[in-house]
């Protein structure tokens, strides 16, 4: 049996991929704090379903304390390494900047120096969309530049990225960095819009519709992103270019050129209109949204749109959960949990 270690466990994320791994039949090592960034018993509640399974262990601290990641990987050798665990939200790193530099930028030289001295066969690091800030040529390719974040948030991940790869050439860590595109699904935070929107309109109070509503975001639901993280894990990328890449490499494969190290969207592919979104909200609530409409927020971006032709080169998948679809899914749950 494969040891993964997961950072950010208990997390919207962490929850669904962990879940899945302990059903494919993975000893699973979680580790989190439990922050009170959104609400605590809801993470509680996802820890305790995992901790059903008994190959499910968890460590409630963070990954910035020094030694835990390095004691963890001495003590349990996992074979695989995802981290998840971060200070996430654009909004919230105008208020808060330090929570996202001990998170995610101490937090990860942790996990890096862990897997320096104990190497796992592959280290897959959670990035963002985030990071292709100000670059407005779409569909976001993994070979575009990403040099002017938007946010303090997207900085720090960009510097995760740069981090890693700097270990990965060093040290020969094979070395994966998946960008998310708002993912949503039950068991979703409550800090993102989905959760918020439902919220809101079963409440019948109004939202706050960002940019007057000329948004555009690449809706990811949370069983595809698991899916391709899943079949990330046996991607793994080596020294140079992938043979097993079929499409030609100058165009699509972001293979480091002197390090085992690959960057990979994760995204449905599809650019979908906010006033769509919210649509499908109401239809699947019965209810009609009312909306505030309000203008763009600081470190916020227009629109987000992921090409996903090389996960596809490298697994055979894509994405492609229907947006109506996810969002009844979403509702269903909210519904249950809240018992509405």
């Not at 004691?71 to 939200?89: I, K, M, T």
């Not at 959760?195 to 000329?214: H, S, W």
């Not at 909200?281 to 470190?299: F, S, Y």
């Not at 998948?317 to 899914?329: C, D, E, K, L, W």
Request: net charge negative; hydrophobic share 40%.
């Amino acid at each position: 049996m494969k040891t993964v270690l997961v950072t950010g466990s208990s997390g919207f994320i962490g929850y669904h991929l962990c879940h899945r791994l302990l059903q494919d039949g993975f000893h699973v090592i979680g580790i989190d704090n439990l922050s009170d960034y959104y609400d605590v018993g809801l993470k509680q509640r996802r820890q305790s379903l995992l901790l059903q399974n008994p190959h499910f262990t968890v460590v409630n601290q963070s990954i910035e304390t020094p030694s835990l990641l390095m004691d963890l990987f001495r003590d349990y050798r996992p074979d695989l390494v995802v981290h998840l665990a971060a200070q996430a939200g654009v909004r919230y790193s105008i208020e808060n900047p330090r929570s996202y530099l001990e998170s995610n930028l101490v937090g990860t030289f942790e996990l890096l120096e862990a897997a320096r001295a104990f190497p796992p066969q592959h280290l897959l690091l959670a990035s963002t969309s985030s990071v292709y800030g100000a670059n407005d040529a779409m569909p976001y390719r993994e070979t575009d530049k990403a040099d002017h974040q938007l946010s303090f948030y997207a900085a720090t991940k960009k510097a995760t990225e740069a981090m890693a790869h700097s270990y990965a050439h060093l040290f020969g860590l094979p070395t994966t960095m998946f960008r998310f595109f708002t993912v949503y699904g039950p068991w979703g935070r409550p800090d993102m819009a989905l959760f918020k929107f439902t919220k809101a309109i079963l409440r019948n109070e109004p939202i706050d519709v960002y940019n007057y509503g000329d948004m555009r975001r690449d809706f990811t639901y949370i069983d595809d992103l698991v899916q391709g993280i899943r079949l990330l894990l046996d991607a793994i990328p080596h020294q140079g270019p992938d043979k097993d890449v079929q499409a030609p490499q100058s165009e699509v494969d972001s293979q480091s050129p002197v390090a085992p190290f690959r960057v990979v969207n994760i995204g449905n592919s599809q650019a979908v209109q906010l006033t769509d979104f919210i649509a499908a909200i109401e239809e699947a609530t019965g209810r009609d949204a009312i909306r505030n409409l309000m203008p763009m927020q600081a470190g916020d971006v227009p629109a987000t749109w992921a090409d996903a032709s090389l996960i596809r080169d490298l697994t055979g998948y894509t994405p492609s959960t229907p947006i109506a679809q996810g969002v009844r899914n979403f509702v269903a749950w909210y519904r249950d949990y809240y018992r509405l």
